[in-house]
Each structure stands twice: as structure tokens, then as C-alpha cells.
């Protein structure tokens, strides 16, 4: 069975960094794109980024360019979102998706093409 699973948020400071890790299982994992959203309170459900297994491709949103980055770590099977330069306004719960097949940059953005998702990780941000 699909499994993904984030970890690494909590409590940091403007301008401090957080790791984030989703872990996956259960599935073989070349043939998928991961992808990274975020949900703040009161707020819809944004991707923030994306990483093709299959060729290495990612994607960044403008509102973190510059400041995360997004990576494979092969050893742990986890996509990893560095977070860097952090805002107040990156506090929301971050999650991790999962999705196969052929959809162009910007859908990868969009929640409603993922089929599996981890159960969010929460990022605060405040001195």
C-alpha cells in the first residue's frame, strides 16, 4: 500500500531553516512526481513544489523561489524540501503528494491531480 509520511517541521525563527522529509513506501517510487503543498489557516491548499523521479525535474513556486529547494535523498527514499530565509508567512502544514502519469508544470501544482498524500507536518514561523 502507498505510504508517504513528512516529518521535520516545527518552530523557527524569520529568517531561520527548516528540513522537511517525506518518506514513501509501498510503491515504486521512479515512476512518480512528488509534490510539496502547503495549507495555511483559512487558506486553499498551494503547491509549492514538485521533483520528477523519473528524470529529475523540479519545480519551484515563485513564492519560494530563491529561498527552498527541493531534493531526492536516494539512501532514505524521501523527497526533501530545504527551507531557507523563512517567512511569517510560510507557517502552514505541509504536505507531501504523490502522482503518475503525464501532467504539464503547472497542474503538477495543483492539488486536486494527487492521489495519495502524507498526513502534513506543521511549520510555525515566528520570532
Known amino acids: 500500500q502507498l505510504h508517504l509520511v513528512e516529518s521535520g517541521g516545527g518552530l523557527a525563527q524569520p529568517g531561520g531553516s527548516l528540513r522537511l522529509s517525506c518518506a514513501t513506501s509501498?510503491?515504486?517510487?521512479?515512476?512518480?512526481?512528488i509534490g510539496w503543498f502547503r495549507q495555511a489557516p483559512g487558506k486553499e491548499r498551494e503547491g509549492v513544489s514538485w521533483?520528477?523521479?523519473?528524470?529529475?525535474?523540479?519545480y519551484l513556486a515563485d513564492s519560494i523561489k530563491g529561498r527552498f529547494t527541493i531534493s531526492r535523498d536516494n539512501a532514505k527514499n524521501t523527497v526533501d524540501l530545504q527551507m531557507n530565509s523563512l517567512k511569517p508567512e510560510d507557517t502552514a502544514v505541509y504536505y507531501c503528494?504523490?502522482?503518475?502519469?503525464?501532467?504539464?508544470?503547472?497542474?503538477?501544482?495543483?492539488?486536486?491531480?494527487?492521489?495519495?498524500w502524507g498526513q502534513g507536518t506543521q511549520v510555525t514561523v515566528s520570532s
Open positions: 521533483f520528477d523521479i523519473s528524470d529529475g525535474a523540479t
Open positions: 503528494a504523490a502522482i503518475k502519469g503525464y501532467y504539464t508544470e503547472t497542474s503538477r501544482l495543483q492539488p486536486i491531480w494527487y492521489d495519495y
Open positions: 509501498g510503491f515504486d517510487l521512479d515512476s512518480y512526481v
